[in-house]
């Protein structure tokens, strides 16, 4: 390649490292070209290394010799000055880059709707927003599908004891039986729903 192009632009190395030449930094991090003294009251040396004048400026920079801007460093504290509580709040902060997440379902966001006229976003599903109310409350663990039903049945909560299952399938059973209603059979359908429950929980080894 060339080190003239059709364009006019010099893109060699060398072509480079003249472009450079003027503040250019060291391995060292001393700016080796620099023309500066050293800011240390009473050094007469090159100030050849930089270092922020405060943590509110750290754009600005103080220039020292090699030995000066080491000793600046050491006593270098950015939260100099910083309350406990405005230290936490920059930690909580960096935790995220400082750029903190937005909490869900905002007004900007409630407004959005509004202006689509609906006031429950779960409208734009329809018939389908109550098509599957999930889990009851009351859920807390696995259990198979007949004993999940037979608590459904009896009105139990899976963290009750067989005990207290028991209890209520017996007031269920007097609620329904003919003998405690003058012999009306209305409820009798009920009421084996009701048995059948309690013979899927009482030798289950789900409940204790």
């Not at 001393?30 to 003294?37: D, G, I, K, Y």
């Not at 400026?57 to 504290?77: A, G, I, P, Q, T």
């Not at 207290?164 to 003998?179: F, G, M, W």
């Not at 009798?188 to 409940?207: G, M, N, P, T, Y």
């Amino acid at each position: 390649m060339t080190k003239t192009d059709p364009f006019g632009f010099d893109i060699s190395v060398s072509a480079d490292k003249k472009k450079r030449t003027r503040g250019r930094r060291g391995m060292s991090g001393a700016f080796e070209t620099s023309q500066r003294v050293c800011e240390h009251p009473g050094c007469t040396l090159s100030g050849q290394y930089r270092a922020p004048k405060s943590p509110d400026h750290l754009d600005e920079y103080l220039w020292f010799c090699k030995d000066h801007v080491r000793e600046y460093n050491l006593r270098w504290n950015f939260f100099h000055g910083v309350t406990e509580e405005e230290f936490e709040a920059q930690v909580d902060k960096d935790r995220v880059w400082e750029r903190e997440t937005r909490p869900f379902g905002n007004r900007d966001e409630q407004r959005a709707w509004s202006r689509l006229g609906v006031d429950d976003p779960m409208q734009v599903l329809g018939e389908n927003a109550t098509r599957n109310p999930g889990r009851k409350q009351g859920a807390t663990r696995r259990l198979p599908p007949t004993e999940r039903k037979a608590l459904e049945i009896l009105g139990a909560e899976d963290n009750w004891t067989k005990l207290e299952i028991r209890k209520q399938y017996k007031s269920l059973v007097k609620d329904l039986h003919p003998d405690m209603n003058g012999g009306n059979r209305a409820d009798e359908d009920r009421l084996q729903e009701v048995v059948w429950a309690w013979d899927q929980i009482k030798d289950s080894r789900s409940f204790r």
